[in-house]
DNA sequence: GTTCCGTATATAG
DNA sequence: CTATATACGGAAC
């Protein structure tokens, strides 16, 4: 049974197994939705990392039993990169002897978006993609003062 | 700005 | 095994 946290348009919702992330999922909140079951820890520090706080989520495990091994490298490899930093597919491709495409192939099967942060990966030229939508991405990049703030980015697009 | 190709990985047939 | 699809990058136009 997942937990939902909306705020700020952004809802969030959290699967636990035992002290163990599962899954996470981002949505563009819907009219009408935003109740906030705080039962977790993890609640509080996601509401102060969108508050603009620098958290640090490396504490908490996430399950990635069900990926492949080089999904499992780079995904281990992205919770490595620090609060407002962003590196590109490029970068980390070079890192992992491996392809652009194939780091965003396996950034794709992120189970714990935030937590683990594919987010501060980004395109050379563009953003890249987000699997909740890049309009997210962009916010989250906003939230980390990666990129200049826009007022109210995610009701302003679609995906 | 566009289009096209090389690349590494995953998935479907 | 072959074909197809990618959250890319770079060259060429």
Redesign the pocket.
Known sequence: MPHTLSRDNLTVTITLYHNTIRKITLSKARHGLKKAENTIDLFDDISAYLDGERVDFSRYSVDLEN?????QMVLNKVRQIPYGVTV????L?KD???????????????PA?IVIP??R??????L?????GVTI?KHLLEVEGSIDSQPDVLSRLDD
């Open positions: 990926l492949t091994d080089f999904q590109t597919y490029g970068m491709a992992l002897q491996t392809s652009p495409r194939a780091i965003g192939g396996a950034l794709s099967k992120n978006p594919c987010h990966v980004i395109g050379k030229h563009g890249g993609g987000f699997a909740w991405k």
